[in-house]
T-cell receptor
Framework: GNSVTQMEGPVTLSEEAFLTINCTYT??????LFWYVQYPGEGLQLLLKATKADDKGSNKGFEATYRKETTSFHLEKGSVQVSDSAVYFCALRAQDNFNKFYFGSGTKLNVKP | DAGITQSPRYKITETGRQVTLMCHQTWSHSYMFWYRQDLGHGLRLIYY???????DKGEVPDGYVVSRSKTENFPLTLESATRSQTSVYFC??????????FGAGTRLSVL
């Protein structure tokens, strides 16, 4: 079956620290992978995506590389800001059923000044 | 405005009442979804739709009804609201190979 596992939070960092949020997945075939971000009181927004192995998605200083050999899609940022405080969701879209998105449980990031 | 709009943004109702949450998208996306978000449970799929007049159950459909007579609208009805349905509800849409786009959410409290 398909599933997404991401590290539990909250993750608390100081401003300008390096961020990694781990995400691993189980899927049949070749899914598309996504990171979404949810700011307080808002809906989820697409942060970045990757559609095939070795693709690197990037946006707003965040990056994630689709690693098929380790079934991972870890989110990284070199220098976080207070404004990055949010909940981050890893997700996959199954190759065999475009109806189906599978979301991780979310990781809350707190960045302190 | 282009995008996906949910209404109302906030709703307080009483146990046993019928409540309808509205969702409208302007992209003419084929797929639409309803999720609920609760602490400790993440996002859970309630219902989804692949096209007008085609709907299917997700993980937690009990107590909810959906319809999709037009591509752009996908209302969610709680037939007889219960306290356990207090949650934040998100509508989303997508096309076959595109990411999912979410609305801003409806925060529902059932007293």
């Amino acid at each position: 079956g398909n599933s997404v596992t991401q590290m539990e939070g909250p993750v608390t960092l100081s401003e300008e620290a390096f961020l990694t949020i781990n995400c691993t997945y189980t899927a049949t075939g070749y899914p598309s992978l996504f990171w979404y971000v949810q700011y307080p009181g808002e809906g989820l927004q697409l942060l970045l995506k990757a559609t095939k192995a070795d693709d690197k998605g990037s946006n707003k200083g965040f990056e994630a590389t689709y690693r098929k050999e380790t079934t991972s899609f870890h989110l990284e940022k070199g220098s976080v800001q207070v404004s990055d405080s949010a909940v981050y969701f890893c997700a996959l879209r199954a190759q065999d059923n475009f109806n189906k998105f599978y979301f991780g449980s979310g990781t809350k990031l707190n960045v302190k000044p | 405005d282009a995008g996906i709009t949910q209404s109302p943004r906030y709703k307080i109702t009483e146990t046993g009442r019928q409540v309808t949450l509205m969702c409208h998208q302007t992209w003419s996306h084929s797929y639409m979804f309803w999720y609920r978000q609760d602490l400790g449970h993440g996002l859970r799929l309630i219902y989804y739709s692949a096209a007008a007049d085609i709907t299917d159950k997700g993980e937690v459909p009990d107590g909810y009804v959906v319809s999709r007579s037009k591509t752009e609208n996908f209302p969610l009805t709680l037939e007889s609201a219960t306290r356990s349905q207090t949650s934040v509800y998100f509508c989303a849409s997508s096309e076959s190979a595109s990411p999912m786009n979410f609305g801003a959410g409806t925060r529902l409290s059932v007293l």
